[in-house]
């Protein structure tokens, strides 16, 4: 592209090769945006004949100086190609400068860059310029530094060195000193390493104890789990006792008999034993008579020897004498003979003394033998006595135990659980019913749990205890009979039964109070009751007791045990208020209590309550309850012996049953009914639910069944609800409903069960 060599001011035509052009435009592009390449309508059109070259800024100088010749001013057509042929210089001049710029704008490029990359590089060499004299400048103050620490340690080393030789000095007499103070030091090392091994000992011995205080805890914690497990156990074993004490009962009513039987025994024998020492008596005395006749008889005897012996003498005399007369040796004959014939009579007659005498001392050993067996006999009979008697006090003393042993467990098994507890109860299948109900067969839920299944699901519940249809009342009274009980020892008692209509509440809790096997909790609870009482007299108890019975019907309490049905209705805000006083004891205003004494006196009782008990007719049950029926029995007991006095409460509820307005089919009065029922039981189980829930304020005051109920609900009293479900599919609903509330109830934690007593003389 140089346009060196050629004359300024001549302008020639350069051969431009589509290479170059090529070239031109890849330099424009490569200069950047600068210039955009020229489009084509204002490209130059291209040169005719050969293009014209431009050799540097004369000839472009020279271009623009150049005048415009023509013939004359009129020469119009020669102005004309003179314009045309500069255009055509002009528009060549214009596409060199454009080149040059092109090249230009190159070149400046790749100065730029070469620029940019010798900054580059002389700001490196500066930056390590700059580095290389800042690490000479720090070497320089380090070692600065190193030479004034240098000149400091040489300072110091020298009074160091002044010192040493003073403190050799100081260290040779230290030393001395040292060596006795060592020596003393290995004496009290000796004594600490003593006192080391014993503080190891120690500690030892304290990681011993603490080992064994944690696998006390351990175990403790076992035995908080085993508690509750045994808790459960325990019920059982509750029950397997009081069968226990039942046996033991009947056995202690065997043995009792059994003694009666060996006394009777023994009064024969000891009747028979007095006859025979009578009848040895008399012996005795008749053998004393035989051996006194046995006697005299044998001095008769010697008498009349002794006087034959003299005959026979004067008999020898005579015949010495002979010439005495006939006459008297007759006589002495005949006297001879006679004496002799006495003489062999009273022979005979001391052989039978003999005889008798004989056979009278066998009588008489005969019957010391027969005393001395009646004597062992009565020994025997009298071992046999004491051992059934202390046998007796041993089981006796079992029964005390076992009662204990269970009150102590029940009371504990509260105080664990410290809630509510709750047994369901399922009724048999009435005839043309199916069932839905089923039971855990295996696991831990046996005896537990209960099964529903509704619209193909299963929903399964566990309880303290389930009842399943086959359960008797006694059965079914023998789980509730300690907490029953534990109302004499001065406990607040409430048991409740809850259920849909026709589930078998007023069967549970009442029964058919007439007949033996159909009795409810409630007579049992109250036979159980008095039976206990008695039997706690010969142990000091005196008890007093008063009963009253209400019913909560549409909101109104009516008395139960009124003379007066009609007086017996809700007066208003006056009559029958609830009043609950500091102990958590509650009253309820002109409320007719009755003192009772005797089991016959409650069943009469029973039975008025009941015929008064609001009786209606709904489609779900023949003979409906449509009240809430509550017994109230309060217990006074003092005990003579220790002055301790205890107060306790029974209450027996049997609830209204809960029921679906469209199931019950209700109109009219039933229907207003029904909805005070819904209401009262719905205000129970927001009592309930907010009690669960630990609420600040429980809402016992929105209805008269929970206001009346709240020391039970809220307080220190032993609480057990009776869930009752109907086993019948159409019920499998309204069970689950009954179901999942028992389940809350369950949960619900009310306080541990408080003991109401206090010494008498306190009052
Ligand atoms: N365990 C049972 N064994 C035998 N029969 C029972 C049992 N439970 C309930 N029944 C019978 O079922 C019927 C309904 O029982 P019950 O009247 O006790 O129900 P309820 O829940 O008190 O009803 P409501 O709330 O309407 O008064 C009665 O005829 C009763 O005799």
Known sequence: MSARGVRPGMLRQKENTPADAQAGKRQRTATGAARQPLSAAAQP???????????????????????????NKMDYKGRNEQMMEYIKKLRACIKWLLEREDANLVEIGNISARLEAQGKEHSETVAELKNSIDEARSINEELQKQYTSLQETLEKVKAEKLDALHALDEEN?????????????????????????????????????????????????????NLQSDATKNSETIAKLQKEKNTMVETMNGLKDHANSVKMQLDLT?????????QKDDLLKELEGLRMELQRVREDRDNKYAEVNSLMAEIGTYKEMTGKTAIELDGAMTRTAALEETCSSQRQMIETLETKLASASERLKMSDLTALETMTEYENQKKMLKSLQSRLEEAEQQILDGEKLRKKLHNTILELKGNIRVFCRVRPLLPNESGAVSYPKSGENIGRGVELMHNAQTYSFTFDKVFDHSASQEHVFIEISQLVQSALDGYKVCIFAYGQTGSGKTYTMMGNPDLDDQKGMIPRSLEQIFQASQALKSQGWKYNMQASMLEIYNETIRDLLAANRMAAQDGGSSKYTIKHDANGNTQVS????????????????????????SVGRTQMNEESSRSHCVFTLRIFGVNEGTDQQVQGVLNLIDLAGSERLNKSGA?????????????????????IFSIAKKDEHVPFRNSKLTYLLQPCLGGDSKTLMFVNLSPEVSSTGESICSLRFAARVNSCEIGIPRRQTQMRSSQ
């Open 270 to 278: 000891k009747s028979l034993q007095t006859e025979a020492a009578k």
């Open 45 to 71: 059109p291209p040169p005719e004949d050969e293009p014209m070259v431009f050799a540097g800024r004369e000839d472009v100088e020279a271009l623009l100086n150049e005048k415009m010749k023509g013939k």
């Open 173 to 225: 007499d230290a030393r001395t000193s040292a060596e006795s103070m060592k020596n003393k030091l290995l004496e009290d090392l000796k004594r600490i390493k003593l006192e080391e091994t014993r503080l190891n000992d120690q500690i030892k011995m304290l990681q011993d104890t603490n080992k064994r205080l944690q696998e006390y805890n351990t175990s403790l914690q076992q035995y908080n789990s």
């Open 667 to 687: 109109t009219g009065d039933r229907l207003k009914e029904t909805q005070a029922i819904n209401k009262s039981l719905s205000c129970l189980s927001d009592v």
């Open 590 to 613: 002109d409320l007719t209590v009755v003192d009772v004494i005797s089991i016959s006196e409650v069943s009469s009782l029973l039975r008025r309550a009941a015929h008064s008990r």
